[in-house]
């Protein structure tokens, strides 16, 4: 069986949990738990370790998905998943411009240990105040540090958006792998 490893990660309600269950084909496991911090203002429960769903995309392969806690005090385990991994999605939540501070450390942290396909993905892009595609490639540092990664808008609880998503990331993935060779 071959298998490729993508981790979904992102700050704390980007969409990490309903972008992996919206895909599963199996009942996702998580690791949620009451939110006992600041979180709480805006849900009731976070992943504290990590979630794991799985698609298959042909008789013989199929995709892992493993989701990132979003708080950095569980870091450890952005680390123990990026290292296995094969490609990433980082998901940033267009309408609090105050995670985008911590996507771009989620980026630099993953970027310092792996060089690995990845895509950004926007989230609650449908929200009025959210930013534009260009101004949140600005404050995650991607125009300036010349960093070629796509950015999608992704809504995490629409199969048809996820999909697209998951497709590109693959491309992204088998682009690299031709690199390498």
Same mark, same amino acid.
Request: glycine share 6%; proline share 3%.
């Given at each position: 069986?071959?298998?490729?490893r993508?981790? @979904?990660? +992102?700050? @704390? /309600?980007?969409?990490?949990?309903?972008?992996?269950?919206?895909?599963?084909? $199996?009942?996702?496991v998580?690791?949620?738990?009451?939110?006992?911090?600041?979180?709480?203002?805006?849900?009731?429960?976070?992943?504290?370790?990590?979630?794991? /769903?799985?698609?298959?995309?042909?008789?013989?392969?199929?995709?892992?998905? *493993? +989701?990132?806690? +979003?708080?950095?005090?569980?870091?450890?385990? %952005? &680390? $123990?998943?990026?290292?296995?991994?094969?490609? *990433?999605?980082?998901l940033? &939540?267009?309408?609090?411009?105050?995670?985008?501070?911590?996507?771009?450390?989620?980026?630099?942290?993953?970027?310092?240990?792996?060089?690995?396909p990845?895509i950004? /993905?926007?989230?609650?892009? &449908?929200?009025?105040?959210? %930013?534009?595609?260009? &101004?949140?490639a600005?404050?995650? +540092?991607?125009?300036?540090?010349?960093?070629?990664?796509?950015?999608? !808008? @992704?809504?995490?609880?629409?199969?048809? !958006? @996820?999909?697209?998503?998951?497709?590109?990331? $693959?491309?992204?993935?088998?682009? *690299?792998?031709?690199?390498?060779?």
């Amino acid at each position: 069986m071959e298998v490729l490893r993508i981790v @979904v990660t +992102g700050g @704390v /309600g980007a969409g990490k949990t309903s972008f992996i269950r919206t895909l599963s084909e $199996i009942e996702v496991v998580d690791t949620d738990r009451k939110a006992t911090d600041e979180t709480a203002q805006f849900k009731e429960k976070t992943t504290v370790a990590m979630d794991f /769903g799985r698609v298959s995309i042909a008789p013989n392969q199929s995709l892992h998905l *493993y +989701g990132t806690p +979003g708080q950095s005090r569980f870091d450890f385990m %952005w &680390d $123990i998943l990026i290292k296995k991994a094969q490609a *990433y999605i980082l998901l940033v &939540d267009a309408h609090r411009p105050e995670q985008l501070r911590n996507g771009r450390r989620i980026l630099n942290f993953i970027n310092q240990r792996v060089q690995l396909p990845h895509i950004i /993905g926007l989230t609650h892009t &449908d929200c009025s105040d959210a %930013w534009e595609a260009e &101004d949140v490639a600005i404050a995650l +540092g991607l125009i300036k540090e010349q960093i070629k990664a796509p950015l999608i !808008s @992704v809504n995490a609880t629409e199969r048809a !958006s @996820v999909l697209p998503a998951v497709i590109t990331l $693959i491309q992204e993935f088998a682009q *690299y792998q031709h690199l390498a060779k």
